[in-house]
């Protein structure tokens, strides 16, 4: 057997959602996400982060007329190679969420909305 590179626990999911994060800092941004897991998010990130950091994710959930607040830990990240999208590849894992929020977002994804077809 091959050893894979892929090191999430979790089913990915790619999807298409609007994440706002922000830094210990209090520098806040908004992003799309390319994938989603039970586990966490892997967002295009404009800076570098070290491995640790603690961002605040908002997720606005289509069924709930709020954003849906989850912490997550930057377990990952690297140089983006595609000219076209320039930034960090960053795999966060999520640290603090309420299960059903996590369930929603998953559930969600699943049913079509946000999904990116072809991944």
Do not use: W
Not at 20 to 34: D, E, Q, V
Not at 100 to 116: C, M
């Amino acid at each position: 057997m091959g050893k894979s590179s892929e090191k999430r626990l979790a089913q990915r999911l790619y999807a298409s959602l609007t994440v706002k994060y922000t830094l210990p800092n209090g520098f806040s941004g908004r992003i799309i996400s390319s994938d989603v897991s039970v586990t966490g998010v892997c967002l295009l990130l404009p800076q570098k982060l070290e491995i640790g950091v603690t961002l605040t994710l908002a997720i606005r959930m289509p069924r709930k007329n709020r954003e849906t607040v989850i912490y997550g830990e930057v377990t990952r990240q690297q140089k983006s190679e595609d000219p076209k999208k320039e930034g960090y590849i960053t795999g966060i894992n999520f640290s603090k969420a309420d299960p059903l929020d996590i369930e929603e977002l998953i559930t969600t994804v699943r049913s079509g909305h946000y999904f990116i077809p072809g991944k």
